[in-house]
């Protein structure tokens, strides 16, 4: 990128120009960040609605992708950017120039740079270095990031380790997630091979979800590094990279590097030749995801939703024109929305302005951009509709998205799983079954009419994409379809709404997926036992109870138990069990004589926040539930603190309305285990005030 001016050495006089200002003026270089944004994903798993909008500025919750990118990497602390385009090139120029981050108070200065050619993320950084642009420590993202991980310490650890040795070209920025969490890609996988001490990266391996893998081969060479490894695959990668201004050249010099991971890092690690070491910084307490599939965008969109990458969220307005207010439910809607009085908006909603919402239609769980028109008594569950759609009548849209301007009229049924691309209008009475995806325009520059009557009606216009051949010879094909989609079968992965009740309390455990030690104290690799369950419950539960009664600082708390849990390689299904132990056991002392609420709240007020470290996704919220649930059950007040804990929970914004709901459901198809049932017998009271507070609120609004 082209120095600011008397910014660098060289910039002002050049004679008595004295050693002093030379190093300061190093300095100021070595500790500028730049940022390398890659606007396009050199994939096709969104089309075809990226045939005509590259997918960085695809809408979630009603704002492009690429405003998460940027202001994540203006939380980091960047200084320049420099956004590399593909495809779509003219388009993303345009909204950049247009954009907040081109005006004289943006944290950075942008530069967008055309690669044409660029078919791969190894040929964009090859561009770069052709053209000189790195002068410094980099952070590799692509425009699809959603981050609100403070960047200061994986930024000084990064440096620190780069002033003691030069070859440690590269920090991969990790995120510890449960093997179920929703954020985590059906369609990648990999198996990252650390060193426990400093998190050096030793061994990488990418892994297909199709594929079994019964072993993993590991050179004999990678025992002689370290004496105590750790196995693990249970990261959410999403691709945020602080890269040194090698990596750019060992690009170059590699030609057949295309991919950044099974590429370019399984290449460094297994060279005898180049020397270069790669580490992780593992997050474990904020939020760190790429869109990188249907799948994906759908988890991220709940993730915002629910809060859980706050501050970024809807209603913190990042674009000038938003006006996004928060409700009760996690409801977001901006102003100039119109809605009749007879209508439902439920939890987990976003409206954007001027959208009208006609009577009977029932909103719930899905996202409505600005200026749509929804009909008389339509159904949308768990859907993106972009802005300027139409939806006429009794449609029914369910887990599907809507591109911008597209029509649905009266009567058609979008099931679950499909595309609707823009512009495209399905007819009445037509149903679009889930593996379908309907579009315009197949990328090629035609003008023929090619709308299919079978397919949207004889009053539609578009007609079903078909992938390239090319992709369809591929191996992974068949995976990418499977996996990617919008809605994801999880036949192959034992999991089922049932299977979060109505196992016992053992069945109820996960499967472990346990990381393994390594020791090269013998000739032969030795790998530990699992640790026992009853010890680090023991622990972890006296750990709790030492904090509660000597009055320790939450985050002590909190450390206390991520080091235990490390240490003796715990889910973290048995850290929350632990706790949930404890803190029942402090409301049963304190709620003696009857004193239920005031217990609950006096314990949960103070040391719920730790569930803030323990609960990430749907999955955990049911299972804090439900050991809470069985904590209560061994309790004669135990219905009483089951309904207060679960009250304050949510008002805390551990438990969404969601996941009460979900174990609510289960609850009452049970029909065994009555000292289990029992407890729940004042819950239904509270599960109808959750049920009616929105349509109460809605109608206060109104009333305003």
Same mark, same amino acid.
């Given at each position: 990128?082209?120095?600011?001016?008397?910014?660098?050495?060289?910039?002002?006089? $050049?004679?008595?120009?004295?050693?002093?200002?030379?190093?300061?003026?190093?300095?100021?270089?070595?500790?500028?960040?730049?940022?390398?944004?890659?606007?396009?994903?050199?994939?096709?798993?969104?089309?075809?609605?990226?045939?005509?909008?590259?997918?960085?500025?695809?809408?979630?919750?009603?704002?492009?992708?690429?405003?998460?990118?940027?202001?994540?990497?203006?939380?980091?602390?960047?200084?320049?950017?420099?956004?590399?385009?593909?495809?779509?090139?003219?388009?993303?120029?345009? =909204?950049?120039?247009?954009?907040?981050?081109?005006?004289?108070?943006?944290?950075?200065?942008?530069? +967008?740079?055309?690669?044409?050619?660029?078919?791969?993320?190894?040929?964009?950084?090859?561009?770069?270095?052709?053209?000189?642009?790195?002068?410094?420590?980099? !952070?590799?993202?692509?425009?699809?990031?959603?981050?609100?991980?403070?960047?200061?310490?994986?930024?000084?650890?990064?440096?620190?380790?780069?002033?003691?040795?030069?070859?440690?070209?590269? +920090?991969?920025?990790?995120?510890?997630?449960?093997?179920?969490?929703?954020?985590?890609?059906?369609?990648?996988?990999?198996?990252?091979?650390?060193?426990?001490?400093?998190?050096?990266?030793?061994? =990488?391996?990418?892994? &297909?979800?199709?594929?079994?893998? $019964?072993?993993?081969?590991?050179?004999?060479?990678?025992?002689?590094?370290?004496?105590?490894?750790?196995?693990?695959?249970?990261?959410?990668?999403?691709?945020?990279?602080?890269?040194?201004?090698?990596?750019?050249?060992?690009?170059?010099?590699?030609?057949?590097?295309?991919?950044?991971? &099974?590429?370019?890092?399984?290449?460094?690690?297994?060279?005898?030749?180049?020397?270069?070491?790669?580490?992780?910084?593992?997050?474990?307490?904020?939020?760190?995801?790429?869109?990188?599939?249907?799948?994906?965008?759908?988890?991220?969109?709940?993730?915002?939703?629910?809060?859980?990458?706050?501050?970024?969220?809807?209603?913190?307005?990042? !674009?000038?024109?938003?006006?996004?207010?928060?409700?009760?439910?996690?409801?977001?809607?901006?102003?100039?929305?119109?809605?009749?009085?007879?209508?439902?908006?439920?939890?987990?909603?976003?409206?954007?302005?001027?959208?009208?919402?006609?009577?009977?239609?029932?909103?719930?769980?899905?996202?409505?951009?600005?200026?749509?028109?929804?009909? $008389?008594?339509?159904?949308?569950?768990? @859907?993106?509709?972009?802005?300027?759609?139409?939806?006429?009548?009794?449609?029914?849209?369910?887990? @599907?998205?809507?591109?911008?301007?597209?029509?649905?009229?009266?009567?058609?049924?979008?099931?679950? /799983?499909?595309?609707?691309?823009?512009?495209?209008?399905?007819?009445?009475?037509?149903?679009?079954?889930?593996?379908?995806?309907?579009?315009?325009?197949?990328?090629?520059?035609?003008?023929?009419?090619?709308?299919?009557?079978?397919?949207?009606?004889?009053? /539609?216009?578009?007609?079903?994409?078909?992938?390239?051949?090319?992709?369809?010879?591929?191996?992974?094909?068949?995976?990418?379809?499977?996996?990617?989609?919008?809605?994801?079968? +999880?036949?192959?992965?034992?999991?089922?709404?049932?299977? !979060?009740?109505?196992?016992?309390?053992?069945?109820?455990?996960?499967?472990?997926?346990?990381?393994?030690?390594?020791?090269?104290?013998?000739?032969?690799?030795?790998?530990?036992?699992?640790?026992?369950?009853?010890?680090?419950?023991?622990?972890?539960?006296?750990?709790?109870?030492?904090?509660?009664?000597?009055?320790?600082?939450?985050?002590?708390? @909190?450390?206390?138990?991520?080091?235990?849990?490390?240490? &003796?390689?715990?889910?973290?299904?048995?850290?929350?069990?632990?706790?949930?132990?404890?803190?029942?056991?402090?409301?049963?002392?304190?709620?003696?004589?009857?004193?239920?609420?005031?217990?609950?709240?006096?314990?949960?007020?103070?040391?719920? $926040?730790?569930?803030?470290?323990?609960?990430?996704?749907?999955?955990?919220?049911?299972?804090?539930?439900?050991?809470?649930?069985?904590?209560?059950?061994?309790?004669?007040?135990?219905?009483?603190?089951?309904?207060?804990?679960?009250?304050?929970?949510?008002?805390?914004?551990? !438990?969404?309305?969601?996941?009460?709901?979900?174990?609510?459901?289960?609850?009452?198809?049970?029909?065994?285990?009555?000292?289990?049932?029992?407890?729940?017998?004042?819950?239904? &009271?509270?599960?109808?005030?959750?049920?009616? @507070?929105?349509?109460?609120?809605?109608?206060?609004?109104?009333?305003?």
């Amino acid at each position: 990128m082209p120095p600011k001016k008397g910014g660098t050495v060289g910039g002002g006089k $050049k004679k008595g120009h004295d050693t002093n200002q030379v190093s300061h003026d190093h300095d100021t270089q070595e500790e500028r960040l730049q940022a390398v944004v890659l606007s396009d994903s050199y994939q096709t798993r969104f089309r075809p609605l990226t045939l005509e909008r590259p997918r960085c500025l695809l809408s979630l919750c009603n704002m492009p992708l690429l405003e998460y990118t940027f202001e994540f990497l203006a939380l980091a602390g960047v200084s320049e950017v420099i956004v590399v385009s593909c495809v779509h090139a003219a388009e993303i120029q345009e =909204y950049i120039a247009n954009s907040r981050w081109s005006s004289s108070s943006s944290p950075f200065t942008i530069e +967008t740079i055309l690669s044409p050619e660029s078919m791969s993320v190894g040929d964009a950084m090859r561009d770069l270095d052709g053209k000189g642009l790195i002068t410094s420590d980099f !952070l590799l993202v692509s425009g699809d990031i959603v981050c609100n991980v403070p960047f200061d310490k994986v930024l000084a650890e990064h440096r620190q380790r780069r002033a003691k040795d030069s070859n440690a070209i590269m +920090t991969m920025v990790l995120r510890e997630a449960n093997p179920l969490h929703r954020t985590r890609s059906r369609a990648e996988s990999a198996i990252f091979v650390l060193d426990e001490a400093t998190n050096q990266c030793l061994h =990488y391996q990418d892994v &297909k979800s199709r594929k079994r893998m $019964k072993n993993i081969k590991l050179e004999p060479e990678i025992f002689t590094k370290s004496t105590d490894l750790v196995i693990r695959n249970d990261f959410i990668d999403c691709h945020i990279d602080i890269c040194s201004p090698d990596v750019p050249a060992l690009f170059t010099e590699n030609f057949d590097y295309n991919h950044i991971r &099974k590429d370019f890092v399984h290449g460094i690690l297994t060279s005898d030749l180049l020397g270069k070491t790669i580490f992780a910084h593992i997050v474990t307490d904020h939020y760190a995801a790429r869109v990188r599939s249907l799948q994906t965008y759908d988890a991220v969109s709940k993730d915002v939703i629910s809060r859980w990458t706050y501050p970024i969220t809807p209603d913190s307005n990042l !674009l000038a024109d938003q006006t996004f207010r928060y409700q009760r439910g996690h409801i977001y809607k901006e102003e100039d929305v119109v809605l009749a009085r007879s209508c439902k908006i439920e939890s987990r909603s976003v409206i954007g302005a001027r959208t009208i919402v006609d009577d009977g239609s029932v909103v719930s769980s899905s996202v409505i951009g600005r200026r749509c028109k929804i009909g $008389k008594n339509v159904t949308i569950t768990s @859907a993106y509709i972009w802005d300027n759609v139409s939806i006429e009548d009794n449609v029914v849209v369910e887990s @599907a998205i809507i591109g911008d301007g597209a029509i649905l009229k009266d009567g058609c049924h979008v099931m679950p /799983g499909a595309i609707v691309s823009y512009n495209v209008v399905v007819g009445k009475g037509i149903v679009v079954s889930g593996d379908k995806r309907l579009t315009k325009t197949s990328g090629e520059e035609d003008t023929i009419d090619r709308t299919d009557v079978d397919v949207v009606g004889p009053d /539609g216009d578009g007609f079903e994409y078909e992938e390239e051949s090319e992709l369809e010879e591929d191996d992974d094909y068949e995976e990418i379809v499977n996996s990617s989609g919008l809605v994801y079968s +999880t036949a192959s992965m034992n999991v089922s709404d049932s299977s !979060l009740s109505n196992e016992s309390e053992d069945e109820r455990l996960p499967r472990k997926v346990r990381r393994r030690r390594f020791s090269t104290a013998s000739s032969t690799t030795a790998i530990s036992e699992d640790s026992d369950d009853e010890s680090f419950l023991r622990e972890a539960q006296s750990s709790v109870e030492r904090a509660i009664s000597e009055n320790h600082d939450i985050d002590i708390a @909190a450390l206390e138990l991520g080091t235990l849990r490390m240490a &003796k390689n715990a889910q973290f299904h048995e850290v929350r069990a632990a706790t949930i132990a404890a803190l029942m056991d402090r409301i049963t002392q304190l709620s003696v004589g009857g004193a239920a609420r005031q217990a609950v709240e006096t314990v949960l007020n103070r040391w719920a $926040k730790l569930f803030k470290r323990q609960v990430f996704d749907l999955y955990d919220q049911v299972d804090l539930i439900q050991l809470v649930q069985r904590e209560c059950a061994r309790n004669p007040q135990g219905s009483s603190i089951l309904v207060h804990a679960l009250s304050n929970l949510y008002n805390q914004d551990i !438990l969404d309305e969601e996941a009460i709901l979900k174990w609510w459901q289960a609850e009452l198809s049970r029909k065994e285990d009555a000292e289990m049932i029992k407890v729940v017998e004042f819950v239904q &009271k509270f599960i109808d005030w959750l049920t009616t @507070a929105d349509e109460e609120s809605e109608e206060e609004d109104d009333s305003e």
